[in-house]
C-alpha cells in the first residue's frame, strides 16, 4: 500500500461483451491487446457467468452481491426504485469504509439519478426507452453525456448519439456519425481523466467505469469498423438442436431474437460488434495511462467484466437472456495492485465458477473491507492472490431469465450445462468441455443420462421453494406463470 492507504479499486464493465471474445481467450478474430496485457498481470477467469444475462438484473448482482432470488429481479424490467429494494451496495460500502466513490457511463437504475452510494453519478445508459418516454425525450436530465455534447464546438443543440438512426438492439452497422473523440466510448474515458484531475488526493477512490459498448449501435469510429470487415469470416455456430425454439422465430428482423439473417448482414454486425470491442480496449488502455500519470497504478486493484454476452446470430439467436454460453458467459479480469502483491503477479487463468456477484466481495476483500452480510456472493480474492486454488470456489451455478414468456432455467458445474424451459418444456443438455460452442445437445443420449440426472435434480433443489411453483412432488412443472419480479421484491416496492 502507499503510505498504508487502502487501494484504489476501479471496476470497468463494458456492456454485452462476450466472455469468449478476448485474444487472450483464443477468439479467431478480436484482438484485444489492452485487455490480454491486463490479465497477463493478473486472473482471467475462464468460466464466468451473468447468472441473469440482460441489463438490469445483472446490475442488480454486480452492485448488490447477490444472487437474483435474493434480489428478486429474474428478468428485464424497467422501472423498478432500486434505492428501495437494494440498501446496502457495492459503492455504499466503499463510501462509509472512506472512499471517494464515483460512476461514469451506464448504470441503468431507477431512478436514473440514483446513486446507490457513489458521491456523484455521470450518466451514459445508451439508448433506454422508458427513460426517454418518462422524460419526454428532454435527455439532459437523465443523460450527463448529451448534455456536454451539446455544448461541444461544431454540434447543434439538440445533437445527441441516435442522429444516424442504428436502433440499441439492431443488427444494422455502420460507422459513428460525428468526430471520434465526441463518441460515447471516448467521453467514458475523457470523464474519467477528469475525475482523476479533481478526486480528493487524501481518500482512496472507488471507480466504476462503465462503458455502454459493445451494446448496439453498432456504431464504432470507421477504423475500428474496416478492420474487421476486412478480416478472415466468423461465422456464427449452429447445432443439432437448431430449431427448437422456432415458435419464437422472426426471420429477416434487424432487431430479431431468434430468425435467419442474409450473410452479409450478419458479417457486418460481427465487424461492427468486434470494432466496438476494439475501440473499448483501446480506451481502457488511455484510460490506464491516465492512471499512471496520476502516480495511482502501482496502488490500484482493477477488474473488467461485462453484465452478459451477446448470441451475434449462433444457433440462429441474437442477444441476450438465454442460458447459452454467448448470452450467459461474461470475461472477468481481476488485475491486484503489483505494489500490494509484492511485485508483479504470476499469470494465470482460472476455471473457478465465478458470477457477478462475486464481484462485490471479491473487491471488498481485496481492499480490506469487512464484507456485510447482506452479500451472498463468494470472494474471488484468495484465487487472485494465490492463496487458495479453483476448487475452493463453487460447485453449482444457477441462472435464469423470464424470456420469450416463460423462465429459462439452467444450471452448470463447469463441465456440464442443463438448459430448461417452463412453457415450452425444453430440456438441454451439453459438455462445455468437449462441446464448448453446444452444439450437441446430450438430452436424448444414453451415455450422458447420469450427467442429465445429476443436472436436473440440481435444478429441481434450487427451484424447490420458488414462489412460482417450478416444482411440485419433486418434478419440474411448466405452464406456471412467470413475472421477471419475484414477490418479495414486488412487496418491497408497493408498499414503497
Not at 429494494?85 to 440514483?114: C, E, N, S
Not at 459513428?176 to 481518500?203: I, Y
Not at 488511455?286 to 497504478?297: I, K, S, V, W
Not at 462445455?432 to 452444439?439: G, N, S
Amino acid at each position: 500500500m502507499t503510505g498504508g492507504r487502502r487501494p484504489n479499486v476501479v471496476l470497468i464493465v463494458a456492456d454485452q461483451w462476450r466472455g469468449d471474445a478476448l485474444s487472450a481467450a483464443g477468439h479467431p478474430v478480436v484482438r484485444t491487446p489492452v485487455l490480454d496485457e491486463l490479465a497477463a498481470r493478473g486472473v482471467r477467469f475462464d468460466r464466468a457467468y451473468s447468472a441473469t444475462p440482460t441489463c438490469v438484473p445483472a446490475r442488480a448482482a454486480l452492485l448488490t452481491g447477490q444472487s437474483q432470488e435474493r434480489h428478486g429481479l429474474v428478468g428485464y424490467v424497467e422501472g423498478v426504485d432500486c434505492t428501495l429494494a437494494q440498501p446496502v451496495t457495492l459503492p455504499g460500502v466503499f463510501r462509509d469504509a472512506g472512499y471517494q466513490t464515483q460512476a461514469i457511463g451506464k448504470m441503468h437504475v431507477w431512478p436514473q439519478r440514483a446513486r446507490l452510494g457513489f458521491d456523484d453519478v455521470q450518466l451514459h445508459d445508451g439508448f433506454l426507452h422508458h427513460a426517454r418516454r418518462e422524460h419526454g425525450g428532454h435527455l439532459e436530465p437523465i443523460d450527463d453525456y448529451v448534455h456536454w455534447l451539446r455544448r461541444q464546438p461544431g454540434v447543434s443543440a439538440d445533437e445527441e448519439y441516435f442522429d444516424h438512426g442504428a436502433g440499441c438492439n439492431s443488427v444494422v452497422t455502420r460507422p459513428w456519425d460525428k468526430a471520434e473523440h465526441l463518441h460515447p466510448t471516448n467521453w467514458v474515458t475523457s470523464t474519467a481523466g477528469r475525475f482523476l484531475e479533481r478526486r480528493d488526493p487524501t481518500q482512496p477512490f472507488f471507480l466504476y467505469l462503465s462503458y455502454h459498448r459493445p451494446h448496439p449501435p453498432y456504431d464504432p469510429p470507421a477504423w475500428a469498423l474496416e478492420q474487421y470487415l476486412a478480416a478472415e469470416p466468423h461465422a456464427p455456430v449452429r447445432g443439432d438442436w437448431n430449431g427448437v425454439w422456432d415458435a419464437h422465430r422472426n426471420d429477416g428482423g434487424h432487431q430479431t431474437s431468434l430468425g435467419d439473417m442474409p450473410d452479409d448482414v450478419i458479417r457486418r454486425a460481427r465487424a461492427g460488434y468486434y470494432g466496438a470491442m476494439a475501440h473499448v480496449d483501446l480506451q481502457i488502455g488511455r484510460f490506464l495511462e491516465l492512471l499512471a500519470q496520476a502516480g495511482e497504478a502501482e496502488n490500484t486493484v482493477v477488474l473488467f467484466t461485462s453484465d452478459h454476452g451477446e448470441m451475434l446470430g449462433d444457433h440462429d439467436i441474437y442477444r441476450k437472456a438465454v442460458p447459452y454460453e454467448g448470452s450467459a458467459r461474461v470475461p472477468l479480469i481481476v488485475a491486484d495492485a503489483p505494489a500490494r502483491a509484492g511485485g508483479a503477479a504470476t499469470k494465470r487463468v482460472s476455471s473457478a465458477l465465478g458470477e457477478l456477484r462475486d464481484v462485490m466481495p471479491t473487491l471488498l476483500e481485496l481492499a480490506g473491507i469487512e464484507v456485510p452480510d447482506t452479500v451472498d456472493g463468494a470472494s474471488l480474492a484468495s484465487i487472485v492472490t494465490g492463496t487458495a486454488d479453483d476448487t475452493a470456489h463453487r460447485d453449482w451455478l444457477h441462472g435464469e431469465h423470464v424470456y420469450w414468456g416463460q423462465s429459462l432455467q439452467w444450471v452448470t458445474d463447469g463441465r456440464y450445462k442443463y438448459v430448461w424451459a417452463s412453457g415450452d418444456g425444453v430440456e438441454q443438455l451439453f459438455d462445455l468441455v468437449e462441446d464448448p460452442d453446444e452444439t450437441t445437445d446430450l438430452s436424448r443420449d444414453e451415455s450422458a443420462r447420469d450427467a442429465l440426472l445429476r443436472c436436473r435434480a440440481q435444478l429441481i433443489a434450487a427451484l424447490q421453494d420458488r414462489p412460482e411453483g417450478f416444482v411440485r412432488d419433486g418434478m419440474l412443472q411448466t405452464g406456471v406463470a412467470v413475472s421477471a419480479v419475484l414477490p418479495h421484491l414486488r412487496e418491497v416496492l408497493d408498499a414503497g
